[in-house]
C-alpha cells in the first residue's frame, strides 16, 4: 500500500502544480501531465519479493516435453488387385516355394573303378566273385590278384546269392523283359533290339538257367547303387573289359 500512495501523492503534487497556477489572460493553460502507470511498474517489482523465472529458452524447452506428438497409425497391409479392372481387392497370396531336389551326380565315385588288389582267398585264378554289400565284382588272377570293378546290384526286395556259371555270352543283347517284370511294369516293351539304348548295355554273360546276368548299362551314374531287378550291371567300357577275360563255363559266386 505504501508504494502505491506514495506514488499518488507524487502524481497529484505535479498535476496541482502544473494546473494550479491561474493562467493569465490570453494563455491557454497546458494539459494536465498524466503519468502512465506503466512506468511506475519497474519500480513496483523491485518493491516485490524476488521470484525466480525460467528464461525463454527454458519455457520453450519445457513446453516442448509437454508437447503430446501424434499416434502413428499402424500401416495396413498392402492389397494387391487381382486385375487393375477387378472392383474387389483381394490379398495375394504368396506360393509356398518349392523344395528342388538336388540332381542325381552323373558321375560315378572314384572308388567304383576299375583296379587291381591282393586276393588270398579260397577261389582259383578265373573265378568271378560278387559282393553284393560291397558292390563289387572280383575277376581272381593267377599272381596273387583280382581285377576289381564297381557294380550295381538288385534293390531291396530283390537280392539273391549263389554259386552258378556263365552259360552264354552276347555282345549288343536284345531286350525281352520277362512277364513278372512287365506285370509290374506294363510301359515296358515286349522286346527292344540291342544297341546304345538298350539296358543291357554293350555286352551280356548269362547266369546258368535264371533270368540275371551279367551285363552293360547306358546308365553308369546308377554304379555302386542297388538299383536293378536282380541282374549285376557294369559300366559298358568295363563289361566289355571282363567280356574279353572269361569264358562259358566260368564259375561265378555271388555273396
Not at 528464461?55 to 492389397?79: C, D, E, G, I, N
Not at 538299383?227 to 564259375?251: A, F, H, P, Q
Amino acid at each position: 500500500m505504501f508504494p502505491k500512495a506514495l506514488a499518488f501523492a507524487g502524481v497529484l503534487v505535479l498535476s496541482t502544480g502544473l494546473s494550479g497556477t491561474p493562467a493569465t489572460a490570453g494563455q491557454v493553460s497546458p494539459p494536465p501531465l498524466v503519468l502512465s502507470p506503466n512506468l511506475t511498474e519497474p519500480w513496483m517489482l523491485q518493491l516485490q519479493p524476488q521470484v525466480q523465472r525460467r528464461s525463454t529458452a527454458q519455457r520453450y524447452q519445457f513446453k516442448q516435453q509437454r508437447v503430446q506428438r501424434p499416434r502413428v497409425q499402424q500401416q495396413q497391409p498392402q492389397v494387391r488387385r487381382a486385375n487393375w479392372w477387378s472392383p474387389r481387392q483381394q490379398p495375394v497370396r504368396q506360393q509356398p516355394q518349392r523344395q528342388t531336389r538336388a540332381p542325381q551326380s552323373r558321375q560315378i565315385a572314384p572308388q567304383f573303378l576299375p583296379t587291381i588288389v591282393n586276393y588270398d582267398g579260397p577261389h582259383k585264378a578265373g573265378t568271378i566273385v560278387i559282393d553284393t554289400n560291397e558292390r563289387f565284382l572280383y575277376l581272381v588272377q593267377s599272381d596273387g590278384t583280382a581285377r576289381r570293378y564297381g557294380v550295381g546290384v538288385g534293390k531291396p526286395g530283390f537280392e539273391w546269392a549263389g554259386t552258378h556259371k556263365v552259360t552264354r555270352k552276347a555282345e549288343w543283347p536284345d531286350w525281352r523283359p520277362p512277364a513278372e517284370m512287365r506285370k509290374r511294369r506294363p510301359d515296358l516293351p515286349t522286346f527292344m533290339a540291342g544297341g546304345p539304348e538298350n539296358p543291357l548295355g554293350a555286352r551280356a554273360m548269362y547266369l546258368g538257367s535264371t533270368l540275371y546276368r551279367i551285363h552293360g548299362s547306358n546308365q553308369p551314374w546308377t554304379i555302386g547303387h542297388a538299383v536293378s531287378s536282380g541282374c549285376i550291371r557294369m559300366r559298358n567300357e568295363d563289361v566289355m573289359d571282363l567280356y574279353e577275360r572269361v569264358k562259358v563255363g566260368t564259375t561265378v559266386h555271388v555273396i
